[in-house]
């Protein structure tokens, strides 16, 4: 039995608890928030001990495994804390707002002997999934393009509107806009020869456009942000050009992915819906959580080292953030 805590019940540790429930030897030992009660509410729905006080939480010596689902500027504070408790630690993306808190972070986990993983959960999305192996098994040809989208409405449910702070959630382009270039860097395996990213409108933080070249010629085209109106629904999405067919993903959809195969041939997979209790807001497919949850769950327990997101790729993300940014601000493209 894997006992966790989670710190931080807000709209992904209501997540995360959730899928926590629906695995098979693992028991929330307690769930902390010092918003009295969220940490209550949270902590009745899974029948667990409340706390207000993390630091309760996290010096319960019965606990091996640490959630931390705080807003991003606490990540380093909250991750340091867990590691030097002798916790594995499981914390939502992005590792940090700044490359040298996430060199920090990994460097305690490493001395005290922990396990870190990032909440990178595009990479264990279904849909992003499929496209990862017809990419690396070459299903469908080479790769010549790629565009990926992830609009949203201003996310308003935060704790005291940190997400709307850019101090202290690197606005949407750290926040949002991460998943793709994330996704991207794993999907392709290397880095972009060249990066260009523009803002729409004022502040780059809000809606970002950047476009990836790689050394071999190939495209991707990034579309990321949370300016949207309030009725205007959720959409992460993709095209994928391969010599041999077109892959089109959109959240919005049903079926959600299309093959379109230059034979003619059109294809449907059907993949699996799984629906955590505890969700809220704009997305309704939580099957990419559970996905990572699971691998998460089963690398601790078995000791095995994570493969699909290290810390280190979490970090290299970031830093590629970092680049788009000095390209936004610079309104140049940045040679890598
Ligand atoms: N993977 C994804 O798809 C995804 C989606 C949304 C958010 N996130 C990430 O998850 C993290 C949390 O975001 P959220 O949307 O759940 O935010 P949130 O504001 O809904 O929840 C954060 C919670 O932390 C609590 N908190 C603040 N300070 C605390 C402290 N010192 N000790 C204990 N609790 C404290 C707040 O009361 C709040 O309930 C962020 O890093 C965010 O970027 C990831």
């Given at each position: 039995?894997?006992?966790?805590?989670?710190?931080g019940?807000?709209?992904?540790?209501?997540?995360?608890?959730?899928?926590?429930?629906?695995l098979?030897?693992?028991?929330?030992?307690?769930?902390?928030?010092?918003?009295?009660?969220?940490?209550?509410s949270?902590?009745?729905?899974?029948?667990?001990?409340?706390?207000?006080?993390?630091?309760?939480?996290?010096?319960?010596?019965?606990?091996?495994?640490?959630?931390?689902?705080?807003?991003?500027?606490?990540h380093?504070?909250?991750?340091?804390?867990?590691?030097?408790?002798?916790?594995?630690?499981?914390c939502?993306?992005?590792?940090?707002?700044?490359?040298?808190?996430?060199?920090?972070?990994?460097?305690?986990?490493?001395?005290?002997?922990?396990?870190?993983?990032?909440?990178?959960?595009?990479?264990?999305?279904?849909?992003?999934?499929?496209?990862k192996?017809?990419?690396?098994?070459?299903?469908?040809?080479?790769?010549?393009?790629?565009?990926?989208?992830?609009?949203?409405?201003?996310?308003?449910?935060?704790?005291?509107?940190?997400?709307?702070?850019?101090?202290?959630?690197?606005?949407?382009?750290t926040?949002?806009?991460?998943?793709?270039?994330?996704?991207?860097?794993y999907?392709?395996?290397?880095?972009?020869a060249?990066?260009?990213?523009?803002?729409?409108?004022?502040?780059?933080?809000?809606?970002?456009?950047?476009?990836?070249?790689?050394?071999?010629?190939?495209?991707?085209?990034?579309?990321?942000?949370?300016?949207?109106?309030?009725?205007?629904?959720?959409?992460?999405?993709?095209?994928?050009?391969?010599?041999?067919?077109?892959?089109?993903?959109?959240?919005?959809?049903?079926?959600?992915?299309?093959?379109?195969?230059?034979?003619?041939?059109?294809?449907?997979?059907?993949?699996?819906?799984?629906?955590?209790?505890?969700?809220?807001?704009?997305?309704?497919?939580?099957?990419?959580?559970?996905?990572?949850i699971?691998?998460?769950?089963?690398?601790?327990?078995?000791?095995?080292?994570?493969?699909?997101?290290?810390?280190?790729d979490?970090?290299?993300?970031?830093?590629?953030?970092?680049?788009?940014?000095?390209?936004?601000?610079?309104?140049?493209?940045?040679?890598?």
């Amino acid at each position: 039995m894997t006992r966790v805590g989670i710190i931080g019940a807000g709209f992904m540790g209501g997540m995360h608890a959730g899928v926590y429930s629906m695995l098979p030897d693992v028991k929330i030992a307690g769930i902390a928030d010092i918003r009295g009660e969220k940490a209550k509410s949270l902590s009745s729905r899974y029948k667990t001990i409340p706390y207000f006080d993390p630091e309760q939480l996290l010096t319960r010596q019965d606990i091996s495994v640490m959630d931390i689902c705080l807003p991003t500027f606490l990540h380093k504070e909250f991750v340091i804390k867990a590691a030097e408790q002798g916790k594995d630690i499981l914390c939502e993306k992005p590792i940090a707002l700044n490359v040298g808190d996430a060199d920090e972070m990994i460097g305690v986990c490493r001395k005290n002997k922990v396990r870190l993983m990032i909440g990178h959960v595009i990479r264990f999305w279904n849909e992003y999934r499929f496209l990862k192996e017809a990419y690396d098994r070459k299903n469908y040809g080479e790769l010549k393009g790629l565009s990926c989208r992830r609009l949203s409405p201003l996310p308003t449910w935060s704790w005291e509107d940190w997400l709307l702070n850019d101090e202290k959630s690197g606005g949407a382009l750290t926040d949002l806009h991460i998943h793709d270039t994330d996704f991207i860097l794993y999907l392709i395996g290397k880095n972009p020869a060249k990066i260009f990213s523009r803002a729409s409108g004022g502040s780059g933080l809000a809606h970002v456009y950047t476009t990836f070249t790689f050394a071999d010629g190939l495209v991707a085209n990034v579309e990321g942000g949370w300016d949207m109106p309030a009725q205007y629904p959720f959409e992460m999405s993709y095209t994928a050009n391969f010599e041999k067919a077109v892959i089109e993903f959109n959240s919005r959809n049903n079926p959600t992915l299309v093959v379109y195969e230059s034979t003619g041939k059109v294809n449907r997979p059907v993949f699996d819906k799984i629906k955590a209790e505890g969700g809220s807001g704009n997305i309704e497919d939580l099957g990419g959580y559970f996905h990572e949850i699971r691998y998460f769950i089963e690398h601790v327990s078995h000791n095995k080292q994570f493969n699909v997101v290290t810390p280190e790729d979490a970090r290299h993300s970031l830093a590629v953030i970092g680049v788009e940014r000095e390209s936004m601000e610079k309104n140049v493209e940045i040679l890598i």
